[in-house]
C-alpha cells in the first residue's frame, strides 16, 4: 500500500480543507514572514496554535460543526463584499477520454475524442477547420 494510499484511506469520514482551512493557513504563513523580521516568541507561538487550528479541524469528524464555521466565514465576506475565490466549483473535465483544444478562429474549447495522432476538425461555432495533433 503506497503513501497515497495510506493518506486517502485515513482522510475517509474527515473534513477536510474548505475557505476557513485556508484563511488560517495563509494567516500563519503570514505570521511566520512577520516573526522573520520580528523575532517574537509570542508570534511564533500564536502562528503555530492557528497552524494546528487549521489542521485539526481538517482532520475532524464531526463535519456538520466544521460545514457551519466555514458558512459563517463565507456569509462574513459575503457582507463584507469579499468575492469568493477559494475552493471554487469548477467543471470536471474527463481528460482520460477527451482532449480539449482551442478554436484558433474563435478561441472557443472543443471537446475532440483522445484518438492519438494528428486530426482534421471543424469547430462547431465559427465553422474555421484546423488541424490538431492528440498525444
Same mark, same amino acid.
Given at each position: 500500500?503506497?503513501?497515497?494510499?495510506?493518506?486517502? #484511506?485515513?482522510?475517509?469520514?474527515?473534513?477536510? $480543507?474548505?475557505e476557513?482551512?485556508?484563511?488560517?493557513?495563509? +494567516?500563519?504563513?503570514? +505570521?511566520?514572514? &512577520?516573526?522573520? %523580521?520580528?523575532?517574537?516568541? &509570542? +508570534?511564533?507561538?500564536?502562528? /503555530?496554535?492557528? %497552524? $494546528?487550528?487549521?489542521?485539526?479541524?481538517?482532520?475532524?469528524?464531526?463535519?456538520? $460543526?466544521?460545514?457551519r464555521?466555514?458558512a459563517?466565514? /463565507? #456569509?462574513?465576506c459575503?457582507?463584507?463584499?469579499?468575492?469568493?475565490?477559494?475552493?471554487?466549483? #469548477?467543471?470536471?473535465?474527463?481528460?482520460?477520454?477527451? $482532449?480539449?483544444?482551442? !478554436?484558433?478562429? !474563435?478561441?472557443?474549447?472543443?471537446?475532440?475524442?483522445?484518438?492519438?495522432?494528428?486530426?482534421?476538425t471543424? !469547430?462547431?461555432? !465559427?465553422?474555421?477547420? %484546423?488541424? &490538431?495533433?492528440?498525444?
Amino acid at each position: 500500500m503506497t503513501f497515497k494510499d495510506r493518506l486517502i #484511506r485515513m482522510m475517509e469520514g474527515r473534513y477536510g $480543507a474548505d475557505e476557513l482551512f485556508y484563511l488560517l493557513t495563509g +494567516l500563519y504563513l503570514l +505570521l511566520t514572514i &512577520v516573526n522573520i %523580521f520580528v523575532h517574537s516568541w &509570542v +508570534l511564533h507561538i500564536i502562528g /503555530l496554535v492557528i %497552524f $494546528a487550528m487549521a489542521v485539526i479541524r481538517s482532520l475532524s469528524k464531526n463535519i456538520p $460543526a466544521r460545514s457551519r464555521e466555514n458558512a459563517l466565514l /463565507l #456569509r462574513a465576506c459575503e457582507k463584507l463584499g469579499i468575492k469568493r475565490k477559494l475552493n471554487a466549483q #469548477r467543471p470536471s473535465r474527463d481528460t482520460v477520454n477527451f $482532449a480539449y483544444k482551442k !478554436c484558433p478562429g !474563435c478561441g472557443k474549447t472543443l471537446r475532440l475524442p483522445r484518438n492519438k495522432g494528428k486530426h482534421n476538425t471543424k !469547430c462547431p461555432a !465559427c465553422g474555421e477547420e %484546423f488541424s &490538431v495533433k492528440i498525444r
